[in-house]
Structures are given as C-alpha cells and as structure tokens.
C-alpha cells in the first residue's frame, strides 16, 4: 500500500514541497530548480523495478521533460543575457510556453502523456493529471504569447476531443480528456487566476473521483466494465461522473464550463465558443458511448464472481457522487 511505504511518503512531500517552491519563486532559475526538484521526486513515485511498463513510462516521463527544462534554462539565460526587441520577445515568449505546455502534456507536445499514463497506476496518473500540472499553468499565467496560446488551446481542444473516440484503455481515454479540459484551463489561466483556480479545483475533484472508482473495482479497459457482475450503485456513480466530467449541465462539472462560455461570448469570441461546445459534445458522446455498453449489455452473470468492495470506499464514493448532482444546485446560488 503507497501510504504505508515511507520511501514514497517522502518523495510525494518533496513532490508537493517543489511546486509551492516553483510558484512562489521571484526569478525564472528558481522556477526552473522548483521544476527540477519536482522531476526528481516523482520519477521514483511511478518506477517499479517489477513492472516493465512504470520502468518505460518512468524513462519516457524523464526524457520529455528533462528536454522541456533544458529548452526553458535555455531561453531564460538567453532573455537575460541579450538586449531587448519586441520581435526577440516574441520569439521568447513563444519558447518559453512551448517548453511549459510540453512540461504539461498539452497539445502539440502531448505524444508522450497517453503513453506514460498507459503505464502507470491509478494513483500515479491522478498526481499526473493534476498536481503535475499546477507548476506550469502558473508560471505560464507570468509570461504568456495570446496569439500563440489561442491556436495551442484549440488544438488542444479539438486533439483531446478526436484522440479519445478509438479508445479501449480507461487510462487513455482520462488522458485524451485530461488534455481536451487542458485547453479550458490554459484559457481560464488567461482570463484570471481565481476562475484557474476554480477549474482546476472542480477538474481535480472529479478526476479524483473517477481515479478512485477505477481503482477500487481494479478496472484498466472499458470492456472490463460490462464483463463483470458490477453492483447498480457503481454503475450510477460511473454515469454522473463520466457526465459531470463531459460537462453536462445538470452535474457540477458544468459550472465552470459555463462560466468560461459565458465570458467567451462577453468578449465576442463566437468562432472559439463553437470549438469548445462542439469539443464538449464529442467528448460527451464517448462517455455516453462507454455508459450505454456498461448499462445495456447483458452478460451471463456468473454466480461465482462477485466484486466485493469495502463498504467504506463505496460510501465516500456515494457521497462524492452526491455532491456531483447537487453541485449544479449550489452554484446556481452564486449567481442569485
């Protein structure tokens, strides 16, 4: 079990530790050492010397971003070093978030991301797909190109959409729609920190969820959940969050889609609000795809396997899958 191991307890404090380093440093080196020390400690969180798979994705992880790091201590002594134009800065600042969406897994950078998440276990890909992320969106929001960062959000939008229709693997489909909601965030980064920071707050909270469901049923494939004799109650839970997920209006996951699309179509930005609904609707179209397999086909159940789970993990998972429903009630509070 991770949280009785004290060798990974450690690593994971210096992980946390790292990023408030990167955030709260006053110059570019200190950011970049925060990146350093972050790499450092996570690459022994997901090495297993007994799995061949965390063995690559651990080598993968090292290799992609220690080329992101080398081209961001690159750019960073360079701006130091020469004398000021604007189309140098141009040149600079598009560098700089290049290096930083690639430390993030974010389209066109994002080759690496489903592969590495392929091999790691639930837990690994949850720190992946949220904490990993916090160190670059910020130090992004410092130094960002907008023309630049307009097309990297579409693109990620429209990859994250299209990459997760062919899905088999769980791990690749929360990794295609880990970068299609990379695209609001990095748009939410641009508008302000605080609605970042609700995004990414709601993003991690259902990514948490559905982590922690796959992980107690020890579920890898979508065919594993229409095999098994599942419980109704699982399947209720997979189906209000895979939709709050998807953004689907009455679940919570929508709240903060319909804050950036309301702010989208203050600012007149009518092409790029099409993008993200039609993204949105593709992405909800697998999910509903996965669900209706999962409550319709009719296996022969067999007596002999049940899935036992502890009843405790199935509460909190309850509970979490409550506050999903009545999040959308809550936040309509906010507006009143």
Not at 56 to 72: D, G, H, R, V, W
Not at 116 to 128: H, Q, T
Not at 132 to 139: E, G, R, S
């Amino acid at each position: 079990m991770f949280f009785f191991n004290s060798n990974k307890m450690f690593f994971l404090f210096i992980l946390i530790f790292s990023t408030f380093i990167s955030i709260s440093a006053n110059s570019w080196i200190g950011c970049w050492i925060g990146m350093e020390i972050n790499l450092l400690s996570f690459i022994p969180l997901i090495s297993n010397s007994t799995n061949l798979m965390n063995s690559e994705a651990s080598l993968k992880y090292f290799m992609t971003q220690s080329i992101a790091s080398i081209n961001f201590l690159f750019i960073i002594l360079f701006k130091l070093t020469l004398i000021q134009n604007f189309e140098l800065n141009n040149m600079i600042s598009m560098i700089i978030n290049s290096s930083l969406l690639m430390k993030m897994g974010s389209a066109p950078f994002h080759f690496w991301f489903p592969n590495i998440i392929e091999g790691l276990s639930w837990f690994n890909n949850f720190i992946l797909m949220t904490w990993q992320k916090i160190t670059p969106m910020i130090l992004l929001s410092y130094y960002f190109n907008k023309n630049f960062l307009y097309l990297m959000i579409i693109l990620n939008i429209m990859i994250g959409a299209i990459g997760g229709l062919n899905q088999t693997s769980l791990r690749k489909l929360m990794a295609f729609s880990s970068i299609n909601n990379l695209g609001w965030m990095i748009f939410s980064i641009m508008i302000s920190e605080n609605l970042w920071f609700m995004y990414f707050f709601m993003y991690s909270f259902l990514i948490s969820i559905m982590c922690f469901l796959f992980y107690t049923m020890n579920m890898f494939f979508i065919n594993q959940l229409f095999i098994n004799n599942i419980n109704f109650m699982i399947k209720m839970n997979l189906l209000i969050n895979f939709l709050s997920l998807g953004g689907l209006p009455p679940f919570i996951g929508f709240m903060p889609k319909w804050i950036l699309i309301n702010f989208l179509m203050i600012n007149k930005l009518y092409l790029l609000t099409i993008i993200f609904i039609m993204s949105s609707l593709i992405i909800i179209f697998f999910y509903i795809r996965i669900i209706y397999s999962c409550f319709m086909f009719n296996y022969l159940k067999m007596k002999w396997f049940k899935m036992l789970i502890k009843n405790n993990n199935m509460f909190y998972i309850n509970f979490l899958s409550l506050i999903s429903i009545l999040g959308m009630i809550l936040s309509t509070f906010l507006y009143l």
